[in-house]
């Protein structure tokens, strides 16, 4: 089982350029099923795609997202627009009622990002992202850029606000034989779509999830608000939980936009100890995640 | 990106906030004639330069004649500027900016933010000044806050509520609305993470201005603003750092001496940490991006090695658009190039990381490999250590 994503997941992709065209595929081949693409100006022309079993199949432009999901029924969207464009790739989709919106693009600017949750305001659609990883569940779909074959399908949610860290845990956790049930990136910046309580949300109804591992950075509050929601809600579930930045300085941007301590705010000791005060099994050592969390599963 | 003190009045002036008289000088000459410009009998001379804390550093003097103006200038400008947001080397000084001295009968905050679950929110205090951050800390309920709609922009009746709550005059809400509202005009219209007047004061004759200001601009709307780049000061920031920035390359120096090169933000944080875990101090923070190219991998070692204090240098990558089979090559022709001396520990995972191994034990280099982060930062602390 998984979160999310599921066997009648109909995924569309918006920016298909060389970097989208480059993901589309590697999705298309894990088996994810992509059923069109929005590229203005092509309606009516076609592009190959790998399918899992190694044929291939014409996957069709469309002029626009409406157009997209009236001929497909697509119900969720990839997209790989530059930052110039891509809050109003995500509104598009928003607006054409896509349910699941995933947004790869790094370094939209913050305001676009506000105008965005605004506009997403009474209206049904999820956002993941965006400067994010994807999502994946291992056996049934990749909507993202992280190497599939590191994963293997498993009981344990996986929820990051990063990208490689991410997949350093997953190569951990699989090393040790434990498989993932969905593993989400939410992304870096400080404004993004769904937030690590939105998605524990998710974790904590999946029947098939039975632990989760949080990978946090420093700055912001999300970490402590989603260890409120763990010690709240979700008792019933182990949490590991890693917070990156434990050695960063005050002050200064860490590669993500939203890594950045601000007035002694946001520390990973600050995190740390919030999350173990909540009953999460707080990992010091990036190396250990995996560990911890088969013995968190072995109590 | 941060932007000075005259760069932030022009930016707030436009928007109709009153802010103190000043002009900008490039010299010491420049400086006096300003005073004589100004025509006031005393002026204050303050450096320009991007970190606070200028007025306990000593950059921000009284003066009360041209000549003195002059001298107070020259000196100001011969020599870097440290502040406890510099660090001991300090910052030079390009360029001072000559005010109107006013006598400040009281000082006010006024500033906005991105805050992660409110959005923006302006926030104002009748306790400004260079205590600010002591007065949030200590007394939090003495800041005010209003949420601002990026559609609407700062309400009328928002700024209104707000100065009352100030205690500013029934004659003095219309220029305090107006300059909440260009606050925020300002802060939408320049796509900006924070804007900032401290401090907002009234002055002894009954004036209402800004005596300081300072703005930070969202790196990533650089796009759609060319502005950002005429307004750009480099003097202050790390010469490795600017040369990171044009490879697409995310470097931040630190004060340790083991080198990292990681690709990712996150993954690189945690490298960091699991060194100091190790024992050891990392030199850096540098992110070679997810899609990392060969000769980015040699533009990062040359990063890496033009800081002096490194002593060993650490290579985690965990590949998936990346190819470690890649990397090992853009690793091995970096070291052949270079002839680099350093000891180098390198740790691949992920997409074709068998092949990368391969070339790094195939190349007759000296290249130490690594299973799992502990084992590498184990081993780089190690050869730091051994090379003292």
Redesign the interface.
């Known amino acids: 089982m998984s979160i999310l994503v599921n066997r009648n997941t109909r995924v569309i992709c918006q920016g298909l350029g060389k970097?989208g065209l480059?993901h589309c595929t590697q999705c298309s081949e894990y088996g994810t099923n992509i059923v069109g693409a929005v590229k203005p100006g092509k309606n009516g022309t076609t592009f190959p795609l790998p399918t899992p079993d190694k044929k291939e199949k014409a996957v069709p432009y469309f002029n626009s997202v409406k157009e997209a999901v009236a001929k497909t029924e697509a119900n969720t969207s990839i997209i790989f627009v530059p930052?110039?464009g891509a809050a109003d790739a995500i509104m598009e989709a928003v607006d054409a009622g896509i349910a699941l919106v995933i947004c790869i693009t790094e370094?939209?600017?913050?305001?676009?990002m506000?105008?965005v949750?605004?506009f997403m305001q009474g209206k049904n659609s999820r956002l993941i992202g965006p400067n994010c990883?994807g999502l994946i569940s291992p056996g049934i779909a990749k909507i993202g850029?992280?190497?599939g074959y590191?994963h293997r399908p498993g009981k344990v949610g996986v929820v990051?606000?990063?990208?490689?860290?991410?997949?350093?845990t997953v190569?951990q956790l699989t090393a040790l034989n434990l498989g993932q049930s969905t593993c989400v990136g939410i992304g870096?910046d400080?404004?993004i779509g769904s937030s690590f309580v939105d998605i524990l949300q998710e974790f904590q109804k999946d029947p098939e999830t039975e632990a989760v591992v949080m990978?946090g950075?420093?700055g912001?509050?999300?970490e402590e608000k989603a260890a409120q929601f763990i010690s709240q809600n979700m008792r019933n579930k182990p949490v590991v939980s890693?917070i990156?930045?434990?050695?960063?300085?005050p002050?200064?941007r860490?590669?993500?936009?939203?890594?950045i301590i601000s007035?002694g705010k946001g520390t990973?000791k600050e995190k740390m100890k919030t999350l173990q005060e909540c009953g999460i099994h707080v990992v010091?050592?990036?190396?250990?995640i995996g560990k911890t969390m088969a013995k968190a599963l072995k109590k | 990106m941060k932007i000075h003190e005259y760069q932030a009045k022009k930016i707030l002036s436009e928007f109709g906030v009153a802010v103190q008289e000043g002009i900008v000088a490039n010299s010491a000459a420049e400086a006096e004639a300003a005073f004589t410009k100004l025509g006031v009998p005393t002026a204050v001379v303050k450096a320009q330069v991007h970190a606070g804390g200028r007025g306990k550093g000593g950059g921000v003097k009284l003066v009360k004649s041209a000549q003195e103006a002059n001298s107070v200038s020259a000196t100001i400008l011969s020599r870097p500027l440290v502040t406890h947001?510099t660090g001991p080397q300090g910052v030079p000084v390009h360029k001072v900016l000559v005010c109107a001295a006013v006598d400040i009968a009281k000082e006010y905050y006024l500033g906005m933010v991105?805050d992660?679950?409110l959005?923006?929110v302006l926030m104002a205090s009748a306790e400004g000044g260079v205590e600010i951050?002591e007065v949030?800390q200590k007394s939090p309920e003495k800041i005010l806050k209003e949420t601002v709609?990026?559609?609407y922009g700062l309400l009328p009746f928002q700024a209104r509520r707000m100065a009352m709550q100030l205690g500013f005059a029934e004659n003095e809400l219309d220029i305090v609305v107006k300059t909440m509202q260009g606050i925020t005009q300002a802060f939408?219209a320049y796509?900006c993470?924070l804007v900032e007047i401290n401090p907002f004061v009234r002055t002894k004759d009954g004036k209402i201005m800004a005596i300081d200001a300072k703005i930070l601009f969202?790196?990533?709307?650089d796009?759609?603003h060319p502005v950002y780049e005429e307004l750009r000061d480099n003097s202050e920031v790390n010469e490795a750092e600017i040369r990171a920035a044009k490879s697409k390359l995310?470097y931040?120096k630190?004060d340790g001496n083991i080198g990292c090169m990681?690709?990712?933000?996150?993954?690189?944080?945690?490298?960091?940490?699991?060194?100091?875990?190790a024992g050891g101090e990392?030199a850096n923070?540098l992110?070679v991006g997810?899609?990392v190219q060969q000769d980015q991998v040699i533009e990062a070692f040359r990063i890496i090695v033009s800081d002096p204090h490194v002593e060993a240098i650490l290579v985690n990558i965990?590949?998936?658009?990346a190819k470690c089979d890649l990397i090992a090559q853009g690793i091995v022709n970096a070291v052949k190039e270079m002839g680099l001396k350093h000891p180098l520990v390198v740790r691949l995972?992920?997409?074709n990381m068998e092949m990368g191994m391969k070339i790094l034990s195939s190349s007759g280099l000296k290249i130490d490999t690594a299973t799992?982060?502990?084992d590498a930062?184990q081993k780089v602390v190690a050869a730091a250590k051994a090379k003292k």
């Open positions: 970097a480059f930052a110039t370094g939209v600017p913050t305001l676009d506000l105008r949750k605004l990883p850029i992280m190497p590191i990051s606000r990063s990208g490689t860290l991410t997949y350093e190569g870096g400080p404004i990978i950075e420093i912001g509050d999300a890693f990156a930045g434990q050695t960063a300085p002050g200064r860490m590669g993500h936009a939203g890594a007035g990973a010091e050592s990036p190396a250990d | 947001q991105l992660r679950s959005g923006l951050e949030a709609d990026v559609r939408i796509d993470s969202d790196d990533n709307a796009f759609r995310s931040i630190l990681v690709n990712g933000a996150g993954l690189a944080m945690s490298t960091m940490d699991i060194i100091k875990r990392p923070f992110d997810g899609g965990f590949g998936g658009i995972e992920g997409t799992g982060m502990a930062a």
